[in-house]
């Protein structure tokens, strides 16, 4: 516990799984299972396109794209790509990269873009006495030739309504930022039944091409 901060869950699992039990939830939360070969060959067969991260970590560090192509695997880390035959090579390559860290996948989301670079969304929602309030929503656009969007990475920060403007259609403002706040609070209900003592969230949020917002994941520790 840290005095100010409220309570801090690194295990992304752990709150990834208590949102998804709820039904009005879970449609929001992309397929994501633990790292393991049939785990890894499952998920590509069913859709083709994962992100794996780690279970415990944020700024977008240890975050790898895998894909599935005509031709066997690729690879994507930062700006590095690599493919492989078989999966069998994929999979050693992976091994030396986790290290015997546990992973999750989820699956992959091709987000709306702006110039071809994805952008994302940040909702920071703090705890003040007894009452939570929203203060800031964020639209956080990738660095161009990257898939994460972490400033850390060179991603840039934008109000949420031009990102959606410009990703999406304008017409969609209004309803998709209230769609992030609805979620948000109804997340914050969730995870603070399931883990009292927390006080400052930060909801990474995707809409994909479609307009569908998805849940990506919920920082205690938001920057």
């Known amino acids: ?22 039904p009005r939830l879970a449609p929001h939360i992309p ?4 790292f393991s070969r049939g785990s890894l060959a499952a998920m590509l067969r069913a859709h083709g396109m994962v992100v794996m991260k780690p279970v415990r970590g ?3 560090r240890g975050v790898i794209k895998v ?9 994507t880390y ?15 390559e992976l091994r ?21 670079r994805p ?16 203060r800031a929503m964020v639209g956080r656009l990738a660095r161009r030739g990257l898939f994460v969007t972490n400033l850390c990475r ?35 209900s969730v995870l603070e039944s399931r883990f009292p003592g927390i006080g400052q969230l930060g909801f990474d949020y995707g809409i994909d091409r479609s307009g569908k917002i998805w849940i990506f994941e919920v920082n205690t520790r938001p920057q």
């Open 31 to 34: 397929p994501t299972r633990i």
């Open 67 to 75: 894909s599935r192509e005509r031709s066997g695997y690729s690879y």
């Open 119 to 134: 952008i994302d969304y940040r909702v920071k929602y703090v705890k003040e006495g007894d009452a939570w309030h929203i």
């Open 58 to 60: 944020a700024g977008g």
């Open 96 to 116: 030396r990269f986790t290290r015997g860290r546990p992973y999750m996948i989820q699956k992959g989301i091709r987000l709306a873009t702006i110039g071809g």
């Open 154 to 188: 060179g991603g840039s920060i934008m109000p949420a309504a031009s990102g959606i403007s410009r990703s999406l259609n304008p017409k969609l403002v209004t309803r998709k930022k209230r769609e992030m706040r609805e979620l948000t609070r109804l997340g914050t």
């Open 1 to 22: 516990m840290h005095t100010g901060e409220g309570r801090q869950l690194a295990s992304k699992w752990a709150k990834t799984a208590a949102l998804r039990a709820h």
């Open 78 to 92: 930062y700006t590095s790509v690599r493919r492989f035959n078989t999966l069998d090579g994929l999979m050693n």
